[in-house]
């Protein structure tokens, strides 16, 4: 059963804490992206990767961190350095043959 | 970088009538995607449009593609509860990643 997968679906982070947010994907897609969604808003890119060990920074790459060591895994790690960690995060996969978007259920990161 | 306008912002309608999103550049575009979230879900993908003119349809949607390809809409006839949620449209061009979305319409049907 092809998709992203990403994990956990809720997560709570302690001030100073960092926290990794999991995505996955089964889809051979070599590009992989985060996004960061708040209530009633749009999507704001985050970080993105278009090949495996290389990654770009988004609008809104402040306070985050991502790797990309395998082609189907793409973790999003949110700082202590991010002071505003509230939202629900996506990630996305998409092929090199269009600019289309899959995306995964989503992570909500709430602050205790 | 590309900027693309969706209006309306939030669009509250009574079951059974109709609804109706724009999305307009002020530059030509490539092609537009549309997506549609479900309250707590995810961004789903659901049609591309790529010629000047172009209408596709789905069920109850029509998507259409301006001639000067500056400008989409995103009509539903007739909608139904199973149509709430914000839809989006997204271009190829400007943002980082070379895909910019916009806002999104909020569509809010009351029974």
């Known amino acids: 059963d092809g998709g992203i997968t990403q994990s956990p679906k809720y997560l709570f982070r302690k001030e100073g804490q960092n926290v990794t947010l999991s995505c996955e994907q089964n889809?051979?897609?070599?590009?992989m992206y985060w996004y960061r969604q708040d209530p009633g808003q749009g999507l704001r890119l985050i970080y993105y990767s278009q090949i495996v060990n290389d990654f770009q920074k988004g609008d809104i790459a402040e306070g985050y961190s991502v790797s990309r060591e395998k082609k189907e895994s793409f973790p999003l790690t949110v700082t202590s350095a991010q002071k505003n960690p509230t939202a629900f995060y996506l990630c996305?996969?998409?092929?090199?043959?269009?600019?289309?978007?899959?995306f995964g259920a989503g992570t909500r990161l709430s602050v205790l | 970088g590309q900027q693309v306008m969706q209006i309306p912002q939030y669009q509250h309608v009574q079951e059974g009538e109709d609804f109706t999103t724009y999305c307009n550049s002020s530059t030509t575009l490539s092609n537009i995607q549309w997506y549609k979230q479900r309250p707590g879900g995810h961004p789903v993908f659901l049609i591309q449009l790529v010629k000047s003119g172009e209408v596709k349809k789905q069920k109850r949607l029509t998507f259409q593609f301006g001639e000067a390809k500056k400008n989409s809409s995103l009509h539903i006839t007739a909608t139904q509860t199973t149509d709430v949620g914000t839809y989006f449209c997204?271009?190829?061009?400007?943002?980082?990643?070379?895909?910019?979305f916009g806002k999104g319409t909020h569509l809010i049907i009351q029974p």
């Open positions: 996305a996969s998409g092929s090199s043959r269009d600019s289309l978007r899959y």
């Open positions: 889809l051979n897609h070599d590009a």
């Open positions: 997204a271009v190829s061009g400007g943002g980082a990643d070379g895909l910019t």
